[in-house]
Protein backbone atom coordinates (compact mmCIF):
# COMPACT_ATOMS: atom_id res chain seq x y z
CA UNK A 1 0.00 0.00 0.00
CA UNK A 2 1.28 3.49 -0.94
CA UNK A 3 0.35 6.70 1.00
CA UNK A 4 1.12 10.11 0.42
CA UNK A 5 -0.26 13.43 0.11
CA UNK A 6 -1.05 15.37 -3.01
CA UNK A 7 -2.10 18.84 -3.97
CA UNK A 8 -3.92 20.45 -7.64
CA UNK A 9 -2.65 23.83 -8.47
CA UNK A 10 -5.12 23.78 -11.57
CA UNK A 11 -8.57 22.34 -12.80
CA UNK A 12 -6.63 20.27 -15.49
CA UNK A 13 -4.31 18.94 -12.47
CA UNK A 14 -7.05 17.11 -11.01
CA UNK A 15 -8.44 16.28 -14.35
CA UNK A 16 -5.14 14.71 -15.57
CA UNK A 17 -4.66 12.89 -12.12
CA UNK A 18 -8.26 11.34 -12.46
CA UNK A 19 -7.29 10.25 -15.47
CA UNK A 20 -3.81 8.80 -14.48
CA UNK A 21 -5.61 6.87 -12.05
CA UNK A 22 -8.46 5.94 -14.36
CA UNK A 23 -5.36 4.09 -16.25
CA UNK A 24 -4.58 1.44 -13.56
CA UNK A 25 -5.78 -1.48 -12.34
CA UNK A 26 -5.66 -1.26 -8.62
CA UNK A 27 -7.26 0.72 -6.09
CA UNK A 28 -6.58 4.38 -6.05
CA UNK A 29 -8.23 6.65 -3.12
CA UNK A 30 -8.35 9.90 -2.00
CA UNK A 31 -9.34 11.40 1.51
CA UNK A 32 -10.02 14.80 3.02
CA UNK A 33 -11.64 14.34 6.72
CA UNK A 34 -14.29 11.89 6.74
CA UNK A 35 -14.73 11.94 2.52
CA UNK A 36 -13.20 8.92 0.77
CA UNK A 37 -13.18 8.96 -2.88
CA UNK A 38 -12.45 6.69 -5.61
CA UNK A 39 -9.51 8.81 -7.29
CA UNK A 40 -10.61 7.16 -10.66
CA UNK A 41 -13.52 9.20 -10.54
CA UNK A 42 -13.33 12.89 -11.54
CA UNK A 43 -16.85 13.63 -10.14
CA UNK A 44 -15.55 12.21 -6.86
CA UNK A 45 -11.96 13.98 -7.16
CA UNK A 46 -14.13 16.83 -7.81
CA UNK A 47 -16.41 16.71 -4.76
CA UNK A 48 -13.23 16.75 -2.67
CA UNK A 49 -12.05 20.96 -1.89
CA UNK A 50 -9.35 21.03 -3.97
CA UNK A 51 -7.44 23.87 -2.22
CA UNK A 52 -5.65 21.52 0.43
CA UNK A 53 -3.92 18.85 0.20
CA UNK A 54 -5.75 15.26 0.10
CA UNK A 55 -4.50 12.14 1.27
CA UNK A 56 -3.15 9.70 -1.74
CA UNK A 57 -4.07 6.22 -1.02
CA UNK A 58 -3.04 3.16 -3.98
CA UNK A 59 -2.96 -0.59 -3.31
CA UNK A 60 0.55 -1.00 -4.74
CA UNK A 61 3.90 -0.88 -4.17
CA UNK A 62 6.22 1.97 -3.76
CA UNK A 63 8.07 1.44 -6.82
CA UNK A 64 5.31 0.60 -8.89
CA UNK A 65 5.47 3.06 -12.35
CA UNK A 66 2.61 4.65 -11.85
CA UNK A 67 3.82 6.26 -8.95
CA UNK A 68 6.21 8.09 -10.42
CA UNK A 69 3.76 8.81 -13.17
CA UNK A 70 2.15 10.90 -9.76
CA UNK A 71 5.57 13.12 -9.40
CA UNK A 72 3.96 16.45 -10.45
CA UNK A 73 1.03 15.86 -7.63
CA UNK A 74 2.83 14.08 -4.80
CA UNK A 75 3.85 16.53 -1.74
CA UNK A 76 6.23 14.77 1.08
Do not use: H
Not at 44 to 62: I, Y
Amino acid sequence: MYASKVCFETVEDAKNFAALCAGVPFSVTLSSGVYIVDAKSIMGVFSLDLNVELDLKADCAEDEPFIEKLSDFIRE
